[in-house]
Nanobody
Framework: QVQLVESGGGLVQAGGSLRLSCAAS????????VGWFRQAPGKEREFVAA????????YYADSVKGRFTISRDNAKNTVYLQMSALKPEDTAVYYC????????????????????WGQGTQVTVSS
């Protein structure tokens, strides 16, 4: 079982930056592929970014490409989502998710592909 805890959300003005963290407790996150998703009120959960277990491969939704960066520090058992040039449409609850990767360099884009989820952290971007 992997327990995930997100942090770093908050209120920021448009154009600002935030860094979200996803930390795992009770178990190492090192062999897991990790993704970030978000869900705005009245909308479905959508993919934001994903990273392979080693950090060697990343993938982004078109809506955040060039503005968001996903990274991981396996020594700290943490995955990050650096968000820059934030827009009001980025407002949502952000979730991190993890799944076993068997040390393959895959990344995964669909919520159903992930086994473990955090509780989410609210990001609000004001205009």
């Amino acid at each position: 079982q992997v327990q995930l805890v997100e942090s770093g959300g908050g209120l920021v003005q448009a154009g600002g930056s935030l860094r979200l963290s996803c930390a795992a407790s009770e178990r190492s996150l090192n062999s897991y592929a990790v993704g970030w998703f978000r869900q705005a009120p009245g909308k479905e959960r959508e993919f934001v970014a994903a990273v392979s277990w080693s950090g060697g491969r990343t993938y982004y939704a078109d809506s955040v490409k060039g503005r968001f960066t996903i990274s991981r520090d396996n020594a700290k058992n943490t995955v990050y989502l650096q968000m820059s040039a934030l827009k009001p449409e980025d407002t949502a609850v952000y979730y991190c998710a993890a799944r076993t990767s068997l040390y393959s360099e895959g990344y995964y884009l669909r919520p159903i592909e992930y086994s473990y989820w955090g509780q989410g952290t609210q990001v609000t971007v004001s205009s």
